[in-house]
Each structure stands twice: as structure tokens, then as C-alpha cells.
């Protein structure tokens, strides 16, 4: 993975969430009601303590959403999903709940999180951290032998994680046979349930993220990472719920989904136009997804077409609905109707999804509160999602301003990702960036040398041009 780090960086992300209007402190009475509930955070009668639940997180997280826990059952298998119960801490109509509403998400920069909701709860109370006993959501999901649902409940409980765990840990557990009891079966279920989405022809892109990480030494790391197979596995358990929660909400004609049509046939066909020469396969009988699921990205010339195949995901989205079934419920990306339940900390749609699939599972009217709510959260997400797809995107472009600021008038390895009126867009092999190239010959998929012309940190530009 390309990086490269520096020390005593003079970035300012302080600055940069001002300029963005990234929201600041919680107001005094939102601050206070957080701190009266988590003084005495509920418990619920129901007490499945029982249930071996792990964490899976990225080293240091706090906020812990999700436990986890997989068992036999019959000739198929037991999911047992806890999900934070944000909405026992949060009461309806207080200070907390306007002010998550007006936040939407938590944002990240790489010197802070700006949390959806106050941390004594996200990272205190209301988190699932190992040992404490909480107040969860208890999704619980029979699958058959191919890793089918066969039934689900959902209801609220007592639960505790018995160990927080991070990706790198436990995937090197997983592969030397040491992985708790709670997460033997991931491997398993989750190569199951991939097996399903190629079968529903999910389109699922598979690309390295671009990520500024911090390290112990006050440094900043800027890399290209792959998901380790432990990531994808345990996304999988994710999705999973949320298409059993879409399911619910279908059959209750109530919900909240998020969406993504499918690709249009002209989007498919320009991107099937481009396969030969980046040496991609398609014939004429099989569908993008299948396409995408055969791609050997550390071949450059894959990896352009993959960076192609992200125009079949425009248009995601959320829909509400409440009697009558949206015209368009499927999400693309999974191949099946889908919902966000499992993050609601960091997302305020999960909350509200999740009092649906409650009252739904036990036949009970979905609360006024929620119904309320219903038809103003997707405007509210994608208000908030537009945000943090800008955050994210102007930390990644000033931090590799900044990386490349001395470095004017140097020669890189490169690698052309697409190309267009204005140019091209490469992917730098060292530092990690991805950055606008000039130049009269751009041959997508293909490595060139690459002289950097612009690293304008104030401007977060970085621009190249190619090599004659």
C-alpha cells in the first residue's frame, strides 16, 4: 500500500470543518439531557446477557454499534446481531433529538470525530463496549444451509460484548485458527451470503479507499487500502439485517429504504464499450455485477474499469413510505430491497428504520413519533450525506496538497484511471493520491510517468501532467 507520512503536520482540520459548516458543541440542554440519561442508562427486562457477543471496529472506536454472534442451528445457522438502542436514550421531540436531526451523521476528519450525538452516550452509555452490560436492539436470523433467512426477530434486550476486537487482530485470529467462538462461523456465513449476492448480481466495485490515518506519533498516513477479508465478512452480517429489515418494512407497507436504481441500459452499455481495451471479459449473456466479482484489481487496467463501473452506482438514496409501496425499492448495489438499521449512532435514519421493524415484528402500531419523522428523513440524509461526501473528499485533497507541496517540477509512477475533455484522472503510486493529469496521450488502464505541476494547499489542488 503507497504512503507516505509526515511530522508535525501544520494542516488545519479545525479550519476546515469551519469552512465546510461541519456542526460544533452540542447546546447546553441537548449536553445535559445526554448526561441525566447516561447517569442511569436503561436496561431492558429482557436479558440475553447469555449470548457471547464480540465487537468488530477499527482499532480505538469507541462507538460501537454492532455486536456479534454466530451459532449452528439445525442444519443452518443462528445470526444474533445487537444494535445499540439509540432510541431508549434519545427521547422524541427533546433538545438531543433536534440536534441529531439537524446533524444527520457522524463526520470523521483525521484529527476528530464530530458525532452524531454527544459522546458520554455514542462513546459511553449507549456504545456496546465490552463488559458493561447495555441496551440493545437484538436482531436474531435463522439462516438455512445456504445462508438463506428463514425467519428473523427482532426485539429490545439486555446484552453484554465479552471482547472488543479490531480488523487486523481478528483476521489474523481467523487465519491462525484462534478467532473467538462468536465469530468462527464469519468466514463461513459471509462466503455464503456472497455466494447469494452474485447469485442476485450485486454490483459491488471492490476499490481500494483513499484514507488519511493518524498515528501514535502525531503523523499523517495517506494510503490506498483494501478491505481485509474480515471487513467484507462482517459487512456482510450488516447487510444482511438490513435487507431482513427492508423485508419487514415491505410486508408492513411502513419504512424508511435506502435505494440505488439500477444502471440505466446506455450506462451499461458505454461501460461495456470499454472492456476490451482494458482486457475485461464481458461476454454477451452475464450481467455488470458478475463482471465486477471476476475483476483482478491489482491488474492496472481492471482497476480502471472498476473506477469506470462506479457510474452503475449513481442515484443512491432514501425512501420513505407509509400505505402505499414505493415504485423503486430495490438497491442495486445489493441486488435486493434494503434498509439502514445497524449504525445508529452514526446515523440518524437507523434509529427511526429500527422502531419500525420493532413494531412491525411485534405486531404493534409504528409510534406517531416515528411516522412523523418518516417523510422528512430523506431529505435529512442526503443533506447530511452530501456533507460528509465533501468533508471526506476535502480532507483527502489538502492532505495530498500538502504531501506533494515541496515536490513541484518531480517525476511519479502512475497510474490513468479515466480521461475526459479536461484531461485525465491518475492514480499516483507514491504518495497515494489521486489527482487531475494533462496531457495529449492518456491511454486509460495503462502506467505512465506523470511531472507534478500544482500541490496548492489553500486551493486543495493537485494537478499533473504526462510525460512526453
Known sequence: MAQRRLAGTPLDFAALREELGVPGEFSAEAASQAATVASHPPLHELDRTDIEFITVDPPGSKDLDQAVHISRHDDGYLVSYAIADVAAFVEAGSPLDGQTRARGETYYFPDA???LHPPILSEGAASLLAGQPRAAVLWQITLDRYGRPAATTVQRAMVRSHAQWDYASLQQAIDTDAAPLAVQLLPEVASLRQQLARDRHAINLGLAEQEVLPSP?????????APLPVEDANAEISLLTGVCAAQLMIEGRVGLLRTLPPPSDATVAA???IAPALGVD???????????????LSNPQHAAFAEHASSLLRGAGYVSFDGNLPD???HAGIGAPYAHVTAPLRRLADRFATEVCLALAAGQAVPDWVRRALPTLPAAMSSADRLAHTVDRAVVDATEAF??????????DAVVLETDAKGGVSAVDEPAVRAQCSGANLPVGQRITAVLDEADVHRRSVRFSRVA
Open 113 to 115: 470525530r464530530v458525532p
Open 217 to 225: 506519533s502525531g503523523e499523517w498516513e495517506l494510503e490506498f487500502r
Open 271 to 273: 461501460l461495456r464499450s
Open 282 to 296: 464481458w461476454p454477451a449473456d452475464r450481467e455488470p455485477g458478475d463482471v465486477l466479482a471476476g475483476l483482478d
Open 328 to 330: 423503486q425499492q430495490l
Open 403 to 412: 504531501l506533494l507541496a515541496d515536490r513541484i517540477g518531480q517525476k511519479f
